[in-house]
């Protein structure tokens, strides 16, 4: 079974599994700011779940191409919408600052927890 090693805490999934519902399912802050109550609830159509995913993955679909070409997005390329995101091998996941997860500091990495305090709105 794949692993997920995410905001310091590392767990097993079934292939396929969809990491935007496996990080929820652990209880691992995805959201930034107020994106936590404004989100589309894994619809691809907000942003607001965007993370770095290193390991096996399923290929980006076109929706999220189109998000990660917006301005809010465009400069990280290599980062991916949780949502649309289906694990398929062992995997690390990093979130960073900004209501989308757009920015330039990581707000926690696979191994760690909370490393930057996140205002809230």
Request: hydrophobic residues 35%; proline residues 5%.
């Amino acid at each position: 079974m794949p692993q997920i090693i995410a905001e310091g805490k590392t767990f097993e999934v079934a292939a396929g599994t969809n990491l935007r519902k496996a990080l929820l399912a652990q209880d691992i802050d995805l959201f930034n700011e107020g994106s936590k109550d404004l989100n589309c609830h894994g619809n691809g159509l907000c942003g607001a779940c965007v993370v770095r995913v290193e390991g096996e993955v399923s290929k980006p679909t076109i929706l999220e191409k189109i998000w990660m070409f917006l301005p809010t997005h465009s400069s990280h390329q290599e980062r991916r919408l949780a949502c649309k995101v289906n694990v398929s091998g062992d995997v690390s996941v990093t979130k960073f600052d900004g209501f989308f997860g757009s920015g330039d500091t990581s707000i926690w990495t696979p191994d760690d927890k909370v490393t930057v305090p996140v205002p809230s709105i």
